[in-house]
């Protein structure tokens, strides 16, 4: 059995434009009769500035403690400043997490985009999902019709597919949410050496028992057109050498783009305005892939892929 995977990524909502960009996407996935709509990651458009403008006096005094932490040694004033601050997060409450919602997640835009999820679902299209480093922290609580791959991986027609954890901020100055939920209840791990290696664990286990693998991440660890794989992600980079997923899926970098992490494995980057349309064969390999470009509300698919450029060039082979 083949299965059809419908590939986009960064749609960054919050205008109008964006949901009739999806609204496109998702008329192509049914019109195709895919079995899955995969969404790598930047969803929503989270900005740390809007979230801070919303914190009151003493909110920003305890996110000026938090952006503290990273640039002090290791020492018992150190630790003293890190339980003062839990001590005084959890005093706030849910405000914090409540304001980034907010202030991260318009509810009607992700009401918008949750309700044309939904009707894709209920057509018997499954959407699944990685979270990219523009989603909020609480994104998988918002949108209901995603099942997100970076907390449990998925079967399609024999083909395991697995997620990353990509959630590491966008380089902001002011406060990000992900410093602040390192001690809010510990909502989530930040992604670093202890996160890399959750993640390395987590889809190690869910690939146990499996021939067919795909990896979905937001980011391109592994960049097509350099063959090098990011050095924040040297667990990622262990696992597809040890498990030899037959493609990765990737999104973030703006820039549609094919490559390969030696003879085996198949990168596809997809973008804002274009993604891909995959065939994927009773293998688990990519067999065909046609790509697509999004211009306003329109969607047009070009002819197919030179699939022999993913799996027959070997970019990293040096």
């Not at 100055?173 to 992604?191: G, I």
């Amino acid at each position: 059995m083949s299965s059809t995977i419908i590939q986009f990524s960064d749609l960054h909502a919050g205008s109008r434009k964006d949901l009739d960009r999806l609204n496109a996407v998702c008329s192509y996935a049914s019109k195709k009769r895919a079995d899955a709509l995969m969404l790598v990651g930047d969803i929503s458009d989270a900005h740390a500035d809007r979230f801070y403008r919303t914190l009151n006096e003493e909110e920003k005094q305890v996110i000026m403690g938090i952006q503290q932490i990273p640039e002090m040694p290791d020492s018992k004033e150190k630790q003293k400043l890190i339980e003062q601050l839990q001590e005084a997060i959890q005093k706030l409450g849910p405000g914090i997490k409540e304001k980034e919602i907010a202030a991260y997640a318009d509810k009607r835009v992700a009401s918008s985009i949750d309700s044309r999820l939904e009707k894709l679902v209920n057509s018997g299209v499954k959407v699944l999902g990685v979270k990219g480093n523009h989603d909020s922290a609480l994104v998988s609580n918002l949108y209901k019709n995603i099942q997100w791959l970076d907390e449990k991986g998925v079967e399609i027609d024999g083909v395991k597919y697995e997620g990353t954890t990509n959630l590491i901020g966008n380089g902001s100055k002011k406060a990000h949410p992900v410093k602040v939920h390192q001690f809010c209840d510990e909502l989530f791990p930040h992604l670093d050496a202890k996160q890399g290696k959750m993640d390395y664990e987590r889809i190690k286990a869910g690939w146990k028992d499996s021939k067919k693998k795909i990896l979905v991440s937001h980011y391109a660890f592994h960049h097509p057109e350099s063959g090098h794989i990011n050095a924040h992600f040297p667990e990622m980079q262990k696992l597809v050498e040890e498990e030899k997923p037959s493609a990765i899926l990737s999104g973030h970098t703006h820039i549609p783009m094919l490559g390969s992490v030696g003879k085996d494995t198949g990168v596809f980057v997809s973008s804002h305005h274009a993604g891909y349309r995959h065939k994927v064969d009773s293998d688990g390999r990519i067999a065909e892939t046609y790509r697509f470009w999004l211009v306003e509300r329109e969607l047009y698919e070009d002819n197919k892929e030179m699939i022999d450029k993913c799996y027959n060039v070997h970019l990293n082979a040096a």
